[in-house]
């Protein structure tokens, strides 16, 4: 089922798992903008597909998200998707941690979802019709040592996902998240070296230790993600509203 040039905005969209979902929502054929904040990255992924634009845009930044889906819409019409993937994570003992980290790691997990949702609640009111769908995390559903403040941000993610599904739930929007265990993703990468630099172990011991919970003991392929979210975005998936769906081989 082909997505008929509704416009989908994806932010993070440069690389990772937020461009997978772009070139598989572009196959769908949706029109869509990818946005983050290095114009490299952007580009790159925007060359791979004829339906892809891109803007530059800091999503922790209401104003700037107001401006940027101003500009986009003159280009693929109203907003009718939204995929809040735009993250960042880090991980450090409780004690030594600031209040800094704490509020920067919510501007950007869950100031920077409400933002990308909210200026396109308009559009999506108007046509009757929408997707919004935030990228938390397992640490959304449960616990981790040394990743507290993260936890915190996709607990919070989901807390906003499921109210606001109740809320727009008779307008013909809905409104969901994507709970993946470790993805296989240049962030990941970096958590891998962080860990091989801090520990005794080699990079396959490292890549053992985050995949120890998933019973698959495997990373999430990006492509799993994007199936995903391509399937959310369809009329097929109407009442599947205010879920966070876990993608992690059965973690519990």
Known sequence: MALNNKHAVVTGGGSGVGAAIALKLANDEAKVTILGRRDKFLIETANKHKNIGWKACDVTNANDVEQCYTTIRKKYGKINIVIANAGVAFSKPFHKMSSKDVSSIM????????????????????????RMIAISSTAGLKGYSYVSAYCASKHAVIGLTRSLAIELAKKGITVNSICPS???????????????????LNTEEAIQELVASN?????????????????LCKDSSNSINGQSISISGGET
Request: avoid cysteine.
């Open 107 to 130: 501007d950007v997990n869950l100031l920077g979802v409400f933002n990308s949702f909210k200026y396109a609640l308009k559009d999506m009111e108007s046509g009757g019709w929408g």
């Open 182 to 200: 470790y993805i296989d993703t240049p962030m990941t990468e970096r958590t891998i070296k962080n860990i091989t630099k801090l520990t005794n």
């Open 215 to 231: 019973p698959q003991e495997r990373l999430i392929q990006p492509s799993e993600v994007a199936e995903t979210i391509s399937w």
